[in-house]
């Protein structure tokens, strides 16, 4: 969208131009409720422009629509223009994902490069704690989870020496490595992670712990209410996917 005059309307007309100039073509719209909400007495000349540009481009008047899927995503079906939501002839309901599908979600956001100690039962363990949690949570719980080994440098008194992969080179094992480590710890040295040299740090690896802290501060974002409110535009206008 831009800010110009007609420069948005033109863009959305553009959008379409080329999807039947390179078709088969899928245009996918997320979020669609902030550009396609109902109409109000308040909303601006411009967003009344831009729904009407889409509603010619859909309905297919003049227009060749074959070979062109047009998917919208929202979180808030019961907001959207009643004209933009005739145009979408499937209105699909995606519900919150299940526990496998959770616990899959955990390990694509750690990845495959982020040393862990994770097992697959924590994983599972994981995936049973977030019922009710969408993608997006999940995605907030891993990150902040990843967050902590570095808190843990940043803040640590004392360090110890390990042995591990060189940072210079991974296929090198050395002994002098520093790692935080409890006060209380035979090898503690008193220090901070300011006296660590860069190429002797080695960082605590993502553990169960971290997961488990970060998922005590994180609340799903979609409450029974939402949820209640998508089953009902479901039951009057859609369809369960």
């Known amino acids: 969208m831009s800010k110009w005059l007609g420069e948005s309307e033109r863009l959305v007309k553009q ?7 390179h078709k088969p073509s899928i245009i996918f719209i997320d ?10 007495d308040t909303e601006s000349e411009s967003a009344r422009r831009i729904k009407t540009e889409f509603l010619v481009q859909m309905q297919g ?15 808030i079906p019961w907001v ?54 969408s993608g997006y949570d999940i995605s907030i719980v891993v990150r902040e ?31 002098d490595l520093l790692t935080p480590c409890s006060p209380g710890d035979p090898s503690a040295m008193a220090m901070s992670f300011i006296d660590v040299p860069a190429d002797k740090l080695a960082e605590p690896i993502l553990s169960m712990s971290d997961m488990l802290r970060s998922l005590m501060n ?14 009902q535009f479901t039951k009057d206008f859609g369809q369960e996917g």
């Open 15 to 21: 959008l379409f131009e080329m999807a039947r100039e």
């Open 31 to 40: 979020e669609i409720d902030s550009l396609c909400s109902s109409r109000s």
């Open 61 to 75: 008047v003049g227009n060749d629509m074959e070979g062109i899927l047009v998917l919208g995503a929202t979180n």
């Open 80 to 133: 959207l223009d009643a004209a933009i939501r005739r145009r979408f002839e499937k209105r699909i309901y995606i519900p919150l994902p299940e526990a496998n599908a959770r616990k899959d979600m955990f390990k694509l956001h750690v990845g495959k490069n982020t040393p862990h100690s994770l097992t697959e039962q924590d994983f599972k363990i994981l995936a049973e704690k977030t019922e009710g949690f």
């Open 145 to 175: 989870a990843l967050m902590q080994p570095i808190r843990k440098v940043q803040t640590a008194t004392h360090f110890k020496h390990v042995s591990g992969p060189s940072p210079s080179n991974c296929n090198i094992i050395v002994h």
């Open 218 to 231: 994180t609340k799903p974002t979609i409450n029974k209410a939402d949820l209640d409110k998508l089953m």
